[in-house]
């Protein structure tokens, strides 16, 4: 099965946190988004709702139940209570947990799972008690003692961060390069029985050879490029085109 796309809002948000209107609308164009194949939609909310702000999480958890029930929300955070409060609040399908300072612009490193294993463990069994899906963000490299301590605090998925290998795009020979190593992580994760998702940085010209080199990867979820296309091609003509690239028949 080609890699699912979930659409990440929250550059969305931050552009329309520019000015105190209601436009550009985080679901509205979530709405196309998920119109135009678009398998779920992925928010971080920070502390400081930078982007997206703690009072949209309703609205697009009710967009999604109403509109689109075969569609995934994914949320996206650092384990702090706030943040697991507000999980338990919009039960998303998927949670995402990232080893984020909060006053980090995104997402740049995975979890050093050795040092965290702990704090992991309690945080997965209380998020599993739920009901949801876990996913923990992890570095692209073929570690497996740190890839089986993920397995073992009860993760069910890895997200690959992918920030060096779309850094590359500009670097050919240095995108193969990390491909490989993403690519020989996902094997020691499958190995190990953990799905694998893909994340950060993600555009139409790498996705291709990245779903190739992992073609069991079960979700990729983009934000940053995908709005930037958005505002060349349009959000449903963008979301078909990912699509496209991640393999799927549109």
């Not at 809002?9 to 679901?27: C, E, F, K, Y």
């Not at 998927?94 to 050795?114: C, E």
């Not at 923990?136 to 073929?142: L, Q």
């Not at 983009?222 to 505002?231: M, P």
Request: hydrophobic share 40%; proline share 6%; net charge negative.
């Amino acid at each position: 099965m080609p890699a699912k796309l979930s659409v990440n809002l929250n550059a969305i948000a931050m552009l329309r946190n520019r000015r105190d209107l209601p436009w550009p609308s985080v679901t509205g164009l979530g709405r196309i988004a998920l119109q135009a194949g678009a398998s779920g939609l992925t928010v971080h909310p920070r502390p400081d709702q930078r982007h997206i702000r703690f009072s949209d999480l309703g609205p697009i958890r009710a967009l999604i139940d109403t509109e689109f029930p075969e569609a995934e929300f994914n949320m996206e955070g650092y384990p702090e209570e706030g943040f697991l409060r507000l999980v338990e609040m919009h039960r998303p399908e998927q949670v995402t947990l990232v080893p984020d300072d909060p006053a980090q612009a995104t997402s740049d490193h995975g979890w050093d799972f050795r040092k965290s294993r702990g704090v992991l463990e309690t945080v997965v069994g209380r998020l599993k008690g739920l009901g949801l899906r876990v996913s923990v963000f992890a570095d692209g490299e073929p570690d497996r003692e740190a890839l089986a301590i993920a397995r073992e605090v009860g993760a069910d998925r890895i997200e690959l961060y992918t920030g060096p290998y779309g850094g590359c795009y500009d670097d050919s020979a240095g995108a193969e390069r990390l491909a490989g190593r993403l690519g020989e992580t996902a094997d020691i994760a499958f190995d190990l029985g953990l799905g694998v998702n893909a994340g950060h940085d993600l555009t139409v010209a790498n996705l291709p050879a990245l779903v190739a080199r992992i073609p069991r990867l079960a979700e990729v979820s983009i934000g940053h490029g995908l709005t930037a296309d958005a505002l060349e091609y349009g959000m449903a003509e963008t979301v078909r085109r990912f699509r496209r690239a991640c393999g799927q028949s549109v």
